[in-house]
């Protein structure tokens, strides 16, 4: 007998596919997939290069933006490309401020020229 039905032939408010392994509730006269974020994700903010990225996905590569969203992949992939790419920004950011001699001394010492050093990045 199908996981969907209980002992006396009654639709179970819950069941779980044994296929896919996906829960769902019966909702009126429709089983609805019971699908929750990982905790990880559910708190995490999107910042910009996350928020890029997705804009990027959903006007050039609609498939890829529908492949991720229909394998429920879409917001962990946008987390990963915001934590990477402000990594590497930051990086970079460092790296030219050292480069240029940007330090503390120099704020303390001519705050112009560090500010105008400072905003060139």
Do not use: C
Request: aromatic share 10%; glycine share 4%; proline share 2%.
């Amino acid at each position: 007998m199908d996981e969907r039905y209980d002992e006396n032939g009654n639709f179970k408010k819950r069941f779980v596919d044994n296929k896919t392994g996906i829960e769902y509730v019966l909702k009126g006269d429709y089983y609805i997939p019971n699908i929750v974020a990982p905790s990880n994700i559910k708190n995490f903010r999107l910042g910009k290069y996350g928020r890029l990225r997705f804009n990027y996905l959903k006007v050039n590569k609609k498939a890829e933006y529908m492949i991720l969203q229909m394998e429920n992949k879409l917001q962990k992939h946008l987390m990963d490309v915001d934590i990477t790419a402000t990594k590497r920004v930051n990086a970079i950011v460092k790296a030219l401020a050292k480069k240029e001699n940007v330090t503390e001394e120099l704020k303390a010492n001519n705050q112009l020229v560090w500010v105008r050093k400072d905003e060139q990045y």
